[in-house]
């Protein structure tokens, strides 16, 4: 449900309605990444606060300035605060918009993985370390090299490979990178730059990270999205194509792409053989929340899968302040999601 819709709503009922409810409550939290380390539940979502900036296309009132961690015991159990892992202050190349992360370990220590705009504002990916999942984590002194956009998601393979994936349009920046260089000749626009309707829709990237995780091992490639004839989404396909909110899991050894659309606010998948894709269109997870994004994660959790996302219904739908949730999600046979509709009829 985006925001020009919310008028009306009672949200006392549209809450009882809700197949879910915050996990926390005493702040306001979005975007999150899910993960099981160590047989325990951890979130890494991005941290709402009202910071007073103007509503606009380019999410300047998303003006995030730090991170929590969340964890659970069990999917049931209540969710617990951390506190700070990281500070926008401690970032030494971030300037603002801590958005939303992702988190991921190897060999006993934790990578936290976030976009910033640097003092350019250009978005760029960060990563910061810590021996604990919850933080708190040092950041390294520079973004990843070659990173650009936002929305880092980090997948680790069965073969130990991990895999970062992101890229978000409109004030994600995706869309000023076309030529390979960010564009700053308009003034900034979240329509400046993108392809016409009937032109392919602009792709998220995908790069595999060097062994210590610090860095890009390659050049970021394009991910192809297709349709059912195998041709790439158009541009206004808006209820199918990539906006923002990559994320990838495996299931039945297939390798399911998922993401938001953004401005339709859907979250959808794809599914391909391998990491790098091609990805073909599978259909509809979550249709739209209260609020006007729309962002995600999938998370195995002893046997059951489960859909992390976000809505505004916390804060009777305003936007920039939103509250994370999740709910079970249900493959059929032959491997395709039951979309879940957020709130019961």
């Known amino acids: 449900m985006p925001e020009e819709s919310i008028d009306h709503i009672d949200f006392k009922d549209l809450n009882r309605k809700a197949i879910s409810q915050p996990l926390v409550s005493h702040m306001y939290t979005a975007d999150p990444s899910a993960h099981v380390f160590n047989n325990k539940i951890y979130i890494y979502p991005s941290h709402d606060i009202d910071a007073g ?91 990843i090299k070659g990173s650009f956009s936002i929305d880092p998601a980090v997948f680790k393979d069965d073969d130990g490979n991990y895999y970062m994936y992101f890229g978000g349009i409109w004030g994600g920046q995706l869309q000023r990178w076309r030529t390979g260089k960010f564009n700053p000749d308009q003034p900034e626009s979240p329509t400046a730059f993108l392809p016409e309707d009937n032109e392919p829709a602009l792709l998220p990237f995908v790069a595999k990270l060097t062994d210590d995780l610090l860095e890009f091992s390659e050049k970021p490639k394009p991910i192809e999205i297709l349709d059912e004839n195998g041709n790439l989404l158009l541009a206004g396909d808006n209820d199918r194509r990539f906006f923002e909110a990559a994320w990838l899991h495996k299931y039945n050894e297939k390798y399911y792409f998922s993401y938001s659309t953004g401005d ?82």
């Open 53 to 143: 900036e103007a509503f606009d296309d380019l999410g300047s009132h998303f003006a995030m300035e730090d991170y929590h961690v969340l964890s659970m015991d069990t999917i049931d159990s209540t969710a617990e605060d951390h506190g700070v892992a990281l500070h926008v202050d401690d970032v030494p190349w971030a300037k603002c918009q801590m958005w939303a992360p992702d988190a991921n370990e190897k060999d006993g220590m934790y990578y936290l993985y976030f976009p910033a705009k640097d003092y350019d504002d250009i978005f760029r990916i960060g990563v910061a370390t810590s021996k604990s999942p919850v933080g708190p984590f040092i950041a390294q002194p520079k973004p």
């Open 264 to 345: 339709t606010h859907f979250i959808c998948y794809a599914v391909g053989d391998n990491p790098y894709g091609p990805f073909t269109y599978g259909g509809c997870i979550l249709n739209p929340v209260v609020g006007w994004t729309s962002h995600h994660s999938i998370c195995e959790v002893e046997g059951k899968w489960y859909l992390f996302y976000h809505d505004s219904s916390l804060s009777n739908g305003v936007t920039h302040l939103r509250s994370v949730k999740v709910a079970e999600i249900t493959y059929r046979e032959d491997g395709s999601i039951e979309t879940l509709d957020p709130y019961r009829l």
